[in-house]
């Protein structure tokens, strides 16, 4: 009998998650996606197979938050249903406990635990790794789609470039800026036209600008206003920028999100010997993330089983609503540990843990309660 009933309500929960996440991942992750893809199919010429790839990519990150709301929204939907129908009164009536009622959950929670936690700790980070990697295929192999009307482009090491129409390889209105020694205007060019021409021998972007003006800035005192050098008019002229600085500058910003685990871990005592408080804590934050979202799974089965059954409901609406409070009171610690992760005071990556102990330890008084009732 008890083997039914693991299978009654281990199968109940692993197919309700199964549909939680496809709805989940459908409308509130590939949707949105496919709106900012579709503008850079449009605007930017991406190619569709990168489209699809970006797509095969973001997912591993959503996994991190679907996976954990989805089985919440599950737990909470199986166990309403079956306090509804006084199935847990005749289950306690026959002798079992809802301890053991609750094993198959915790059975199924810890397996998706380990899938969250080899989904945060390399798959997700390799895959933002992959989708850098293609974004600089794109913009070594077709660097034109870079250049959008009404974006400021700051791709390229040392300029800002804006332009206000684009038509082909023709531009509108361009505006570039060169950048000196700590990201200070040197010199402005705005030009009437413009034209990207690509030299792949060269490796080089070649940008014609024609009827064009200058303003230079004074080299020892760029903030002395009254040494800008005004009116220097050019009837044509090619700027060359190196495709090569634009792949060397987009490695240097590689961001710690694409940093598996263990790379963390061997990346903490070099944070460590720079002595720079706000970069341990960022890694020390990344570092607990990657883990402490991990047991989420265990933390919302053990508060969602109690909740459940003593909600009675049927209704979905009422599993969803729990769920996204649930879930929204969750992962608000994140997002405050994000936003704190540069406050080193207040030890930001500790904050990571106030949920899961939280839930875990609210959970598991709410079920010795019902249990004892």
Request: hydrophobic share 50%; with cysteine; net charge negative.
């Amino acid at each position: 009998m008890l083997k039914l009933i693991d299978r009654y309500v281990g199968s109940g929960v692993v197919i309700t998650t199964i549909y939680g996440l496809f709805v989940l991942s459908l409308v509130l992750v590939l949707g949105n996606i496919f709106k900012e893809l579709l503008d850079l199919m449009i605007n930017r010429d991406v190619p569709v197979k990168y489209l699809f790839m970006f797509m095969l990519y973001v997912l591993p990150f959503s996994f991190t938050f679907t996976v954990p709301w989805a089985f919440l929204t599950a737990v909470l939907l199986v166990f309403g249903r079956m306090s509804a129908d006084n199935e847990m009164v005749a289950l306690r009536a026959c002798g079992t406990s809802l301890f053991r009622v609750c094993l198959p959950v915790l059975g199924v929670a810890l397996v998706l635990s380990a899938f969250t936690f080899w989904i945060n700790t390399t798959v997700a980070p390799r895959a933002l790794d992959a989708m850098r990697n293609s974004i600089v295929t794109i913009a070594r192999s077709n660097p034109q789609s870079l250049f959008t009307a009404g974006e400021v482009i700051d791709e390229f090491s040392g300029r800002k470039i804006f332009i206000a129409g684009k038509e082909g390889n023709m531009l509108s209105n361009v505006t570039l800026i060169e950048e000196a020694a700590g990201a200070q205007p040197q010199r402005v060019i705005l030009a009437q036209e413009g034209e990207i021409e690509v030299d792949d021998e060269g490796g080089e972007l070649l940008l014609t600008l024609r009827n064009a003006r200058f303003e230079q800035r004074d080299e020892k005192a760029p903030d002395d206003f009254a040494q800008i050098r005004h009116g220097i008019s050019v009837g044509e002229a090619t700027i060359s920028i190196q495709l090569l600085d634009l792949v060397n500058n987009y490695w240097l910003s590689k961001p710690l999100r694409a940093y598996t685990l263990r790379e963390l871990w061997s990346y903490l005592p070099e944070a460590e010997s720079q002595n720079d408080p706000e970069l341990v804590s960022r890694v020390k934050v990344e570092m607990s993330k990657r883990v402490s979202l991990s047991l989420a799974c265990i933390a919302f089965a053990i508060v969602a089983m109690p909740l459940g059954v003593t909600a009675q409901r049927k209704e979905t609406s009422i599993g969803f609503a729990i769920s996204l409070a649930l879930a929204f009171a969750y992962f608000f610690f994140v997002v405050l540990a994000e936003m704190l992760r540069d406050n080193t005071a207040l030890h930001p990556y500790l904050l990571l843990w106030v949920p899961n102990a939280l839930f875990i330890g609210v959970g598991a008084w709410l079920l010795m309660r019902l249990d004892y009732r």
